[in-house]
């Protein structure tokens, strides 16, 4: 209600109150109109800045959460990538300044450095491919494998006069070109014994059949020490020369060992019989690159687009009966 009195606007709010009584009451207030519009207005600012003050806490609301969910997408994908053996495409979290998640970056920077050391003991192509099978390895197994043994002709002279550390680099080098022939051929990698690398065909994923992927991994060798030779050349290095040994058969194969020491490798005459092959390059000519001999098992498979010779039958020791050598030509 507007009324003015003595030239003073005013305004009444009133209100009817019939519980009191057999006459209603009538209950109200008087203020001045110019008052009002002060009270108005006041009302009027603070909704707005109550609108402000939700937008703004909507908007640090989102902010926040992306600041959140950002390191936990790529804590996420890192352990993803890792579940999948790319442990380089992991890479390291970054420190946070919310403690819960700084602790989580730092205990993931924990589990990479493990994963990477790991990673160093044991061939990365073998973990990858174990962590793809869907059971579990526990237990070994007998498998008709095709084994490879390496060896470097002449390696005493060659290390004599060298530091430690030459040695140590031309080891890196030579396993590193050998180490990509076996992966690209679907080959595992055992272990390095020395200047000698074993590997092996049909484990952990069986093959139909393992003697011409291992051939071929072996003359794929010959190539690449080939042009590795040229580059030692050039740079003053003796030429690298390897005796490559080839056997097919029986083997067990699996997690062999101890409680705390366990190692995923081949054992079996299969395997002894392969290096005594890879010896008896000692007496083959060792002019060329690479002398790859192979056994009549291994022979007997491989294409007829892979020419080989028969260098003799040998007594080798471990064994009643001769092993049949055939040299593979490159």
């Known amino acids: 209600i507007y009324s003015t009195l003595d ?39 603070a909704a707005w800045a109550g ?23 790529r804590t996420a994908t890192a352990v993803s990538a890792v579940g999948d053996g790319d442990i380089s495409a992991a890479g390291f979290m970054p420190p946070s300044r919310i403690t819960e998640l700084n602790g989580l970056a730092n205990s993931f920077n924990a589990m990479h450095s493990a994963v990477k050391m ?3 003991y044991v061939p990365r192509s073998l973990v ?15 498998r008709q494998l095709t084994v490879m043994f390496t060896d470097i002709v002449g390696f005493t002279t060659m290390a004599e ?22 992966e690209e051929h679907g080959g595992t990698i055992d272990k390095y014994i020395g200047d000698a690398l074993m590997a092996f065909w049909g484990a ?10 291992a051939c071929y991994c072996a003359m794929a060798m010959v190539d690449a020490l080939e042009r590795d030779n040229h580059r030692r050349r050039g740079e003053g290095l003796p030429e690298v020369r390897v005796q490559i040994g080839i056997h097919t058969g029986p083997a067990l194969v699996g997690n062999i060992g101890a409680a ?6 081949i054992i079996g005459d299969t395997v002894n ?19 790859i001999l192979i056994s009549d098992t291994v022979a007997k498979h491989i294409p007829s687009s892979m020419p080989y010779m028969h260098v003799g039958s040998f007594t080798v020791k471990g064994r009643d009966e001769n092993v049949e050598a055939y040299r593979l030509m490159t």
């Open 260 to 265: 705390g020491r366990v190692n995923y490798t």
């Open 161 to 182: 006069g060298r530091s430690a550390t030459e040695v140590a680099d031309m080891f890196y080098e030579h396993f590193q070109i050998l180490g990509a022939c076996v």
């Open 128 to 142: 990858r491919r174990l962590m793809a099978r869907d059971e579990t390895l526990v237990a070994s197994s007998e």
């Open 118 to 120: 790991f990673e160093t």
């Open 273 to 291: 019989t392969c290096q005594r092959i890879e010896n008896l390059g000692r007496e083959i000519d060792n002019s060329k690159t690479a002398t």
């Open 51 to 73: 609108v402000g003050i939700i937008l703004l806490a909507l908007i640090m609301a989102v902010l926040a959460s992306r600041a959140i969910a950002r390191p936990i997408r």
């Open 7 to 45: 030239g003073q606007d005013y305004v009444g709010f009133f209100r009817r109150i019939y519980r009191y009584g057999g006459a209603p009451w009538t209950i109200g207030v008087w203020f001045e109109a110019a008052d009002v519009g002060l009270y108005r207005e006041r009302l009027i600012t």
């Open 204 to 213: 952990p994923e069986e093959m139909d059949e393992t003697s011409t992927p």
